[in-house]
């Protein structure tokens, strides 16, 4: 499995981003898109939205499940990758290259480093 070290994890599989001046990148982590399966639907919120750490800011959807995605951050919502809305299986394909949420806020504390991560999901 593969765990970028320039991002940090959530204890629920969401990868995050530091684009600098306050805007992050959320998306899911490899184990995360190989444990759900193949993804066909994600619903993501809605540019404007407030997002709260710890909880459901959208959906992915498989063959075998629906799991909420969970923020991992303070914030609002800058930007949704609608590409990733039209072609979800793109997260299984490249999990890392398709991020699902840009906001503007603050980290939430706990995050893991990769090398945490990856001791996490062993």
């Known amino acids: 499995m593969n765990f970028p070290t320039d991002l940090k ?6 990868w995050v981003k530091d684009l600098g001046s306050g805007l992050f990148e959320i998306g899911i982590s490899d184990f995360a898109q190989k444990e759900l399966g193949d993804i066909v639907y994600v619903n993501l919120p809605q540019v404007g939205d407030e997002l709260k750490a710890g909880t459901s800011c959208g959906e992915a959807e498989s063959v075998k499940t629906v799991s909420d995605i969970i923020s991992p951050l303070n914030g609002t919502v800058k930007e949704t ?3 990733v809305v039209t072609a979800p299986d793109s997260v299984n394909k490249t999990p890392y290259a398709s991020w699902l949420i840009r906001a503007e806020g603050s980290v939430e ?12 999901i062993k």
Not at 9 to 14: A, G, I, N
Request: hydrophobic share 25%.
């Open 9 to 14: 994890y959530s204890k629920t599989h969401e």
């Open 81 to 83: 990758n609608e590409a």
């Open 109 to 120: 504390e706990g995050l893991l480093s990769a090398e945490e991560y990856e001791k996490l």
